[in-house]
């Protein structure tokens, strides 16, 4: 396999914040280069150096970065959308500029070309039952009997490449029933969502802190033949804002998250407020290693549990929402 190295520039401050994104998004494989970490080095009394290489004597002076290592396929690019995600949120949350710009490059791709060329790894994907996931350029037969749901690489989370989206699609297919009414929070590209509307939802709501997200979520419903009357976007952060929470409403007959585990603990206080009495909650994007502290959490706050599906150390689950 194919390998993008994506250096990720932060300070010694942040180091510890990034990676810890990255772990969340099941990304393990990193390497760390921090000018504290070289300073300590030639410092150690306990060791004579009579040479030191240039090439390491310029680690010196180097820019705190964290590489990570991605898959050059579909299921990267989707990585790399996630990543900006996080760093982007990252950001936002470090008012004093204490971990660095937070801002990344790619090696051995551009990632132009690397969206441009997904063509070669984007084919028709049967999710499910009864979904069909493909992009515009692909054609299926006239006979097939599988709802399509036609979706292209863009700047957002969500193809369907993903194991954390089809674990999630093929759970919001089980508990989904007719004429529901669907809460898709973090929705990235609005697969979720939109799978949903084909699936047989009445309306979906789609909410992001990201808004080209939600761009491209509404785009993407109208690609499909979604309407604005059956499908809601809204932009923000319902953890801090209240008064998006009251316009998004509750009274939902499911609620789908398919985000990291932190962001899931951290909603997991308002997925109540937002369903009818036992509706359901799917949740997705869950590291395996993750999966009981982040299971306990939405547990506590009194769903009961239905089933988990696990796929290549991602984990996703189905909740019933408290009757009382």
């Not at 914040?17 to 306990?46: H, M, R, Y």
């Not at 970065?65 to 949120?89: C, F, H, I, R």
């Not at 969502?193 to 491209?216: P, R």
């Not at 809601?232 to 985000?259: Q, V």
Request: net charge negative; with cysteine.
């Amino acid at each position: 396999m194919d390998w993008v190295e994506v250096d990720i520039f932060t300070s010694t401050e942040g180091i510890e914040p990034v990676t810890g994104c990255l772990l969340g998004l099941g990304i393990n494989g990193f390497v760390i280069k921090d000018a504290q970490d070289f300073e300590e080095f030639l410092s150690d009394k306990s060791v004579n150096w009579d040479y030191i290489d240039d090439d390491l004597m310029g680690l010196k002076n180097c820019e705190t970065t964290v590489t990570a290592y991605l898959p050059k396929n579909a299921q990267g690019l989707d990585y790399l959308e996630s990543v900006k995600g996080e760093l982007k949120a990252l950001k936002s949350r470090d008012s004093e500029g204490a971990f660095g710009r937070l801002e990344y490059e790619l090696k051995n791709v551009r990632e132009e070309d690397w969206a441009n060329n997904w063509k070669q790894y984007f084919k028709p994907l049967e999710i499910g039952d009864k979904l069909l996931i493909k992009p515009s350029w692909e054609e299926v037969s006239p006979d097939e009997k599988r709802k399509i749901l036609e979706i292209d690489p863009a700047s957002s989370f969500g193809t369907g490449q993903h194991n954390t989206t089809q674990l999630c699609l093929e759970l919001v297919e089980k508990y989904l029933g007719e004429g529901d009414k669907v809460l898709d929070l973090g929705c990235g590209s609005g697969i979720l969502s939109i799978g949903a509307v084909l699936l047989g939802a009445e309306s979906c709501t789609a909410v992001d802190i990201d808004a080209n997200s939600v761009k491209i979520a509404g785009e993407n419903a109208e690609k499909n033949g979604i309407g604005k009357d059956v499908y809601r976007t809204y932009c923000g952060n319902i953890i801090e804002d209240e008064a998006l929470k009251a316009e998004i409403g509750s009274g939902y007959d499911m609620l789908c998250a398919n985000i990291v585990a932190d962001v899931l603990i951290g909603m997991s206080g308002s997925f109540a407020g937002f369903l009818k009495k036992g509706g359901r909650l799917i949740v997705s994007g869950i590291i395996d290693m993750r999966k009981d502290e982040v299971l306990d959490v939405i547990k506590a706050q009194g769903f009961e549990l239905n089933e988990i599906r696990e796929k290549e150390d991602w984990v996703a689950a189905a909740f019933t929402a408290p009757m009382g």
